[in-house]
């Protein structure tokens, strides 16, 4: 039987919590702040702990697989996005928290009391913030297709700013808006041809996709000229987002530039100046230990930096600045916990460590052959670190949570397992796939947890099957 191990051959225990396909990071306390939560710990039962409690509790009371997150990890991270900015004014707040990273009525409120915006792109979305209370002012609602009901909806909750994304949405927003006798904030959203993606940026050729009006084919002019026929609309501004996992302000030089021109453009054409620049989200984090995103106040140091020096250039006056994170709050602060079932050693190749979860509760690796962090979770092990392929229990090849883990060669079934930075996206785009119930969302804080979102039973698939 041939397991591959660890070229240094330490062991497992010596790379722990965490550690990247290449092998054991050089500081261990650095992985552990970049990839788990800053509660991460292991007990002196070997245990992983989060906000103080025991992954194997935790598993024991809520079951597997399931999403945990750490709460004040969550809150932190949101106040120093807020921090990073500085004073705004009341009301106002410069960071809108993107629901689509992960939404539950807990998550709106947590958001509301430590003062962020809110980000919807969808009905679901919205009634999931209106019913946690959520300030309808703060609220930004995106989306390419609209449909009538979810704007009128909007229009009645009072949100603070409606993205417009079509001609036909304009023309339909404004009849509504005029009907109920209302003048909605709206942004435009403009493609401005700049494609991010982690480190690197392409600045041409990217306008064919589903978002916004092109800039350079001319339909963002005739978009904002349109907005400006109608009474019953109050245009604020303008909104770009120019891709996902970015890393640093790099991708935003060019984007920043041809925002701003647009706004010179809007000013030297009908004398008006907008006051907001929403430059959206995608900003990254770090899901291995070869991953090195920038920090909140990083990134916005650099925005501020890019847009004032645009403005100046035009002679503008600097918009008010607004930006979308949505992983880069809720990522990090959530780990999945699975129970091992089965392992299956493969001469000369790897060792396949299937679970009891899989691409119904995480899509990413098998969508975007995403990458991520993962350790056996509930105890210690002196065994030589062994090449793994994390698998799930679907019917599909493709079915893959962690292509390649370093775990310990004497993992067994039983064992937990623990993957790191699954705060953003697993839960929102987790499906019944093979009728597989999705597993609960819990939260932990200071050695205790609670359920914000009860794992899925088959009660409630029953429920939804008339026969």
């Not at 010596?14 to 092998?23: E, F, K, R, T």
């Not at 989306?143 to 993205?163: F, P, T």
């Not at 650099?302 to 600045?321: H, M, S």
């Amino acid at each position: 039987m041939s397991r591959a191990a660890h070229p240094a051959g330490p062991r497992y225990a010596d790379v722990l919590p965490g550690a990247g396909v290449s092998g054991p990071p050089a500081d261990l306390n650095a992985l552990v702040a970049k990839v788990w939560p800053t509660s991460a710990v292991r007990g002196e039962d070997g245990a992983l702990r989060l906000g103080g409690v025991s992954v194997a509790a935790l598993a024991a009371e809520h079951g597997t697989p399931a999403y945990l997150i750490d709460e004040r990890d969550w809150r932190t991270r949101a106040r120093a996005w807020l921090a990073a900015f500085g004073d705004f004014e009341a009301g106002e707040p410069p960071v809108h928290y993107a629901a689509k990273a992960f939404l539950s009525k807990a998550i709106a409120r947590w958001a509301a009391e430590e003062g962020l915006g809110l980000d919807v792109c969808s009905g679901g979305e919205l009634a999931i913030a209106l019913a946690a209370d959520f300030p309808a002012g703060r609220l930004t609602f995106h989306g390419n297709n609209k449909s009538v009901e979810e704007l009128e909806r909007a229009l009645d909750a009072g949100v603070g700013r409606i993205v417009l994304d079509s001609f036909a949405e304009i023309d339909r927003l404004a009849e509504l808006a005029a009907s109920r006798g209302v003048r909605p904030r709206v942004m435009v959203r403009i493609t401005v041809g700049v494609e991010a993606h982690t480190h690197e940026f392409i600045a041409t050729a990217h306008e064919d996709q589903k978002f916004g009006f092109s800039l350079s084919g001319g339909s963002a002019a005739d978009a904002v000229r349109q907005v400006l026929k109608h009474e019953s609309l109050e245009l604020v501004g303008i909104h770009s987002h120019i891709g996902s996992q970015i890393f640093d302000t790099a991708g935003f030089e060019v984007a920043a530039h041809r925002a701003v021109g647009l706004l010179a453009a809007i000013r030297d054409e009908y004398g008006i100046r907008l006051p907001e620049l929403d430059l959206g989200g995608g900003l990254g984090i770090a899901y291995t230990s070869e991953d090195d995103p920038a920090d909140a106040f990083d990134i916005v140091a650099g925005l501020k930096a890019i847009v004032g020096r645009e403005c100046f250039g035009y002679g503008l006056q600097v918009p008010r600045l607004t930006v979308e994170p949505g992983r880069a709050i809720s990522g990090t602060p959530g780990v999945t916990i699975y129970r091992v079932g089965t392992v299956k050693p493969l001469d000369g190749l790897r060792t396949y460590v299937s679970v009891d979860g899989g691409m119904s509760d995480n899509i990413r690796t098998a969508l975007y052959d995403a990458a991520y962090t993962c350790v056996v979770a509930s105890r210690v092990s002196d065994a030589p670190p062994m090449l793994a392929r994390v698998v799930g229990k679907h019917c599909e090849s493709g079915d893959i949570v962690v292509r390649d883990a370093w775990l310990p060669s004497d993992v067994v079934p039983g064992d937990l397992l623990a993957v790191a930075a699954t705060g953003a996206y697993c839960r929102s785009m987790a499906s019944n796939y093979n009728h597989a119930l999705r597993p609960p969302v819990v939260a932990v804080l200071e050695g205790t947890s609670r359920t914000l979102v009860r794992r899925e039973t088959e009660a409630d698939l029953l429920a939804l099957d008339l026969g």
